[in-house]
């Protein structure tokens, strides 16, 4: 097994508890005896519990001696919520520590260099374009510009249509769409609609499973415009909190969510376009069915465009089938 398969398994341990972690990163960890073989997988616990190293530590006990630790971020050398994962990896006597993202906050960084400093082979950097992209992207998005990173996730027609002409829009995609939906939502921090998609759609806003349960995590709703929510919308019951935030203003919902991370806007055309205009989208994810709908209601309203050389660019980083439709990944270009 080389170290970058065993990264990957340590990516999708991460991939697993995204959304959990909050406002932890989502990390995830495999370590290996010294003779190569797998002694303990894990990934960062909800907050207060331990982080990826320290569980795959545990599940390895003794193994862990003379071994390998794979991470996805360079373990944290701060006493937080629970003591340093360095402490941890020195105390389990693993010979060689291997991450793939270097800590950006400075308070946690400084973790190899103590690992280094204590006699452990350490080295950062494998598979580090596949963690960036993947599991840390929202975090580190974070980390770096202090404000939450917003995926504009759409379902459209293959003509660019988000409703019919009588506004009904469930459903344009597939039910396997659909469930890849709620899996993101499980992940996410906050989802966010404006008034629009709330009266005509009478969304919940939830994340279930493919047996219509709520899994464990629920993200925040937050539903953006200036008129009343009635009482009996589905989006105010109790299956997680609903913020309402009575503004027209992206930058005022980006203030008012600045202690999240991953914020999922689910809005229709009217709030997309306000936030594209805005410059707050960070990434695209359109759903895009093999349906024509034709008609006036369009994915996206006007986002000051107004020429081909005013175009806003994105480029696709990831194209992927699911069921008859097909997900579109986009980042600006
Ligand atoms: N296919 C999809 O993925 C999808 C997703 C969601 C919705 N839809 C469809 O979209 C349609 C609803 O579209 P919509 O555009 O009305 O929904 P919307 O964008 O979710 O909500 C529009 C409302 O947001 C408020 N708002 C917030 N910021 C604004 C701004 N900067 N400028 C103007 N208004 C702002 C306004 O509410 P106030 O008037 O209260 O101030 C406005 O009426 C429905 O047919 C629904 O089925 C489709």
């Not at 406002?23 to 960062?44: K, S, Y």
């Not at 006493?79 to 991450?99: E, F, I, K, Q």
């Amino acid at each position: 097994m080389t170290l970058e398969s065993v990264m990957r398994l340590a990516i999708e341990q991460a991939e697993q508890v995204k959304g959990s972690t909050y406002p932890n990163p989502p990390v995830g960890a495999v370590i290996l005896d010294r003779d190569g073989q797998i002694a303990g997988v894990g990934g960062t616990q909800p907050v207060g519990g331990p982080h990826a190293e320290v569980v795959a530590l545990q599940a390895a006990g003794d193994r862990a001696k003379g071994g390998t630790a794979v991470v996805t971020l360079e373990p944290c050398n701060h006493h937080g919520r629970t003591p340093p994962c360095v402490d941890a990896l020195l105390a389990s006597g693993v010979s060689n520590v291997t991450y793939a993202v270097s800590d950006p906050n400075p308070a946690a960084a400084g973790g190899a260099q103590r690992l280094a400093d204590a006699g452990v082979t350490v080295s950062g950097g494998l598979v580090a374009d596949e963690v960036e992209k993947g599991p840390l992207r929202e975090w580190l998005h974070k980390q770096r510009t202090g404000s939450p990173h917003v995926t504009w996730k759409f379902a459209t027609s293959v003509d660019g249509r988000s409703a019919a002409a009588d506004g009904s829009s469930q459903w344009i995609t597939s039910e396997a769409a659909r469930a890849d939906v709620h899996r993101k939502r499980a992940a996410a921090d906050a989802i966010v609609v404006g008034t629009g998609t709330v009266f005509v759609d009478d969304p919940t806003l939830t994340a279930r499973r493919a047996d219509g349960t709520l899994t464990d995590h629920q993200p925040l709703r937050v539903v953006v415009g200036m008129r009343e929510v009635s009482l009996d919308a589905k989006v105010l019951n109790d299956d997680s909190h609903t913020m309402l935030i009575r503004t027209h203003d992206p930058h005022e919902v980006m203030r008012s969510l600045g202690d999240r991370t991953d914020v999922f806007l689910e809005g229709g055309p009217t709030l997309a376009g306000a936030f594209l205009r805005a410059g707050v989208v960070n990434r695209i994810v359109a759903y895009v069915a093999p349906i024509l709908l034709g008609g006036p209601i369009t994915a996206v309203d006007d986002i000051g465009v107004l020429s081909m050389v005013h175009a806003q660019r994105w480029r696709f980083d990831g194209i992927t089938a699911i069921g008859p439709d097909v997900r579109l990944s986009l980042v600006p270009n």
